[in-house]
Each structure stands twice: as structure tokens, then as C-alpha cells.
């Protein structure tokens, strides 16, 4: 009988002695939360190959005063930096719980597709982390100290979180960039944000070629561009309806459905014809104008005027999109699906997609307009 607690504590003091154990391996990690790549800038403004990265790491230990530790190093590739921050810090470095990978602009123009390949080979990388750039150097934002955001890899996760949520910027991952990249008839986005006076905003859509940076879209777009590229359920978009007379109509559209449809023709000289439909539902909240929108013949002049707005902002985008020829929407693979795998080889869609027919069409339709009526 007396062998049993005998046992029992034994098997106490294990725990305890294993539980011990387990914490001060913790504490010894540091997990890479969001990493920052950008050229390496010479003072001489010489060419160099190698990069400034920066990682943003989490304290896990509560009692101490600073909750991250930023590293920053000069190194040709991100498996040789993490061995240079080694020495910086008496932290294990593991990529396990990395959340997002941020791009410099001048990084992004020069291409990033060998930085993104080391992350999908590595088998401790989600393929969920989220790729950003960022109008600016990475660097500058990541050291950055935020007032109201102590940790600054968290912050911008669950800002771009939040934001895609709403359909305000897109949610680009790993997968989504290298799926685009090796996919034919369609070219990678990825949201940009930069460094504000207190804050972090976003920028804009950052639309790329293979993986070059080429343009990008005003944030102010971001909705329209998602219209026009899927079909979304969410979002609000802010209207200043009319011809640009004085008297402007302004209204807030939320609560979007967005249905987007594609359709595909080919004339007997060989040349397509694109159609992009967009039927949008919401509802208006926020009016401000001379129409009576409680009135069902108001109300269809509101919907007419939405829908030219829509139309006229997505046709603006495209000849856009067209002109640095980025087929950002994913058209040509309208145009693959419309015909046989021998034809669409020998298409040359960069050449075609330049000087294709591409017509917006857009119908709006008012939900509801609030409980006042």
C-alpha cells in the first residue's frame, strides 16, 4: 500500500522536472514573425547583390519591458542571414510561426520569385504567410516603434487580416503568388502598405509581371479592381456620382454582393471580344443628393448613376492594366478555356491581351436604404 504514493510522487516530480524543462526551451526561441527584404543600399549607389533583411520577433517571456526584438543584417540570401543573426541574439531562430514576408519596392521591381521559392521549399514555412510590399523599405517599417501597436509584425498581420475581410486589399499568400506566377492568362497581385506619420496604411494593389513589380492601383480603387477581377460577398465603397457638375451626389455603398461573369467571342478575323459583366447588390446607408431615394423612380436614377460610376472607374482601370500589359484579372484564362490547348500555345496573349476589346458592363441594384423611409 505504501508503494503507491511512493509512485505517484515520483511520477510528480517528473512532470514537474519535464514541465520546467519545456518552459526554458520556450523562452530560448525566438519565433520569426514577419521578415523584411529589401536591396542593399550602398553609399556609392554601386550594384550589389546582396540584401537587407530584417526579422521581428515576439518576446515570449511577459516581464520583460521590450515585447520584440528586431534583427537586420546584409546577406545574399535569407537561409545565409539567419545564420548571421545567430550571432546577433541568444535566441534559437525558428520560422515555424512566420506570418508575413514584406517586400521593398526596389526589391519588387528587380523581381522576387528566388526569395518566395526559398520559403515554399522550406517545410517549416505555412504556405498561408502573406506576402506584402511595402512603397518604401521594409526595414523602415519593421524597426519602427508604434505607440499603440507594441509588437509591429502583429500589427500588420492583423491589419491585412481585417482588411481583406472587408475586401479594402487583397489576401495574397505564398500559395496564391506562386500559383498566379506559374499559371498561364493571369499575372500575381499583392497589396502594398507604407509607412504613415503614426501608423501603417494601405497603398494599393501592387500588380506584377512574372514577379517584377510594374504598377499598381490607388487604394481608392481596391473595390472596383475586386469587382472586376471575382465575385465577393462583403465590403463598402464610397460614390461621387454625376458628370463632375456642382451639384455632386455622394453615397455610401456597403454590405456589397458582387456576381462577376466572363464572357468570351471570337470573330472570323480571329480577334476577341471580352465582356465583363458585374451585377452588384448592397445597401445605402449614407445618401447625399437631389433624388428622393425612399422613391422607386429616384431610386432607379441612383442605380443608373452607380452603375456608370462603376463602369467608368473599372474602364480606367483596365486601359490601365492594359497599357503596362498585366493581365492582373486572370482573362486569359477565359480566353485558354475558349479554346484547345494546341491553339492557346501558339497565342501570344501578352501581344493580344495589349490590344484586346475589353468592355465593362455594370448593373446596381439598392437592397435597401436604412430603416428610415
Known amino acids: 500500500m505504501r508503494t503507491l504514493p511512493k509512485a505517484a510522487a515520483f511520477l510528480l516530480v517528473i512532470v514537474l522536472v519535464t514541465g520546467c524543462g519545456d518552459q526554458r526551451i520556450l523562452e530560448k526561441q525566438g519565433f520569426i514573425q514577419s521578415t523584411g527584404y529589401d536591396l542593399n543600399e550602398t553609399k556609392n549607389n554601386e550594384e550589389d547583390n546582396r540584401l537587407m533583411i530584417t526579422v521581428d520577433i515576439p518576446k515570449a517571456d511577459p516581464e520583460q ?9 546584409i546577406a545574399h540570401s535569407s537561409k545565409e542571414a539567419k545564420i548571421l543573426f545567430a550571432g546577433q541574439t541568444e535566441l534559437s531562430l525558428v520560422s515555424g510561426q512566420l506570418r508575413s514576408t514584406l517586400f ?7 523581381g522576387i520569385w528566388q ?6 521549399r522550406d517545410p517549416a514555412i505555412s504556405q498561408r504567410v502573406k506576402i506584402v510590399v511595402v512603397n518604401g523599405r521594409a526595414h523602415d517599417l519593421l524597426v519602427r516603434d508604434y505607440p499603440q501597436h507594441p509588437r509591429a509584425g502583429q500589427y500588420i498581420d492583423r491589419m491585412l487580416e481585417k482588411e481583406s475581410t472587408s475586401m479594402n486589399i487583397p489576401l495574397v499568400t505564398i500559395y496564391d503568388f506562386t500559383r498566379d506566377y506559374f499559371d498561364d492568362g493571369i499575372e500575381p497581385i499583392a497589396p502594398i502598405i507604407r509607412e504613415s506619420k503614426k501608423n501603417i496604411s494601405f497603398d494599393g494593389v501592387a500588380l506584377f509581371k512574372k514577379d517584377r513589380y510594374i504598377t499598381k492601383i490607388d487604394a481608392k480603387q481596391s473595390l472596383i479592381f475586386s469587382m472586376m477581377k471575382h465575385n465577393f460577398k462583403k465590403g463598402e465603397v464610397s460614390m461621387e456620382l454625376g458628370d463632375g457638375s456642382k451639384k455632386q451626389e455622394r453615397l455610401l455603398f456597403s454590405s456589397i454582393i458582387n456576381d462577376r461573369d466572363v464572357k468570351v467571342k471570337r470573330s472570323a478575323k480571329g480577334k476577341f471580344n471580352i465582356q465583363i459583366n458585374i451585377v452588384v447588390k448592397g445597401s445605402v446607408l449614407e445618401y447625399s443628393g437631389i433624388h428622393e431615394i425612399s422613391k422607386d423612380e429616384d431610386r432607379k436614377k441612383i442605380e443608373k448613376l452607380m452603375a456608370e460610376y462603376v463602369e467608368r472607374e473599372a474602364a480606367a482601370l483596365m486601359e490601365t492594366m492594359q497599357k503596362h500589359n498585366v493581365d492582373s484579372l486572370g482573362i486569359g484564362k477565359n480566353i485558354r478555356n475558349s479554346m484547345s490547348y494546341e491553339e492557346w500555345k501558339k497565342l501570344d496573349w501578352d ?12 448593373r446596381i441594384v439598392i437592397k435597401d436604404f436604412g430603416k428610415f423611409k
Request: aromatic letters at 2%; a positive charge; charged letters at 25%.
Open 65 to 73: 519591458r521590450m515585447q520584440r526584438e528586431t534583427l537586420t543584417t
Open 115 to 120: 526569395h518566395i521559392d526559398t520559403l515554399v
Open 104 to 110: 521593398g519596392l526596389s526589391l519588387a521591381k528587380r
Open 351 to 362: 501581344k493580344v491581351y495589349s490590344n484586346a476589346d475589353i468592355r465593362i458592363s455594370t
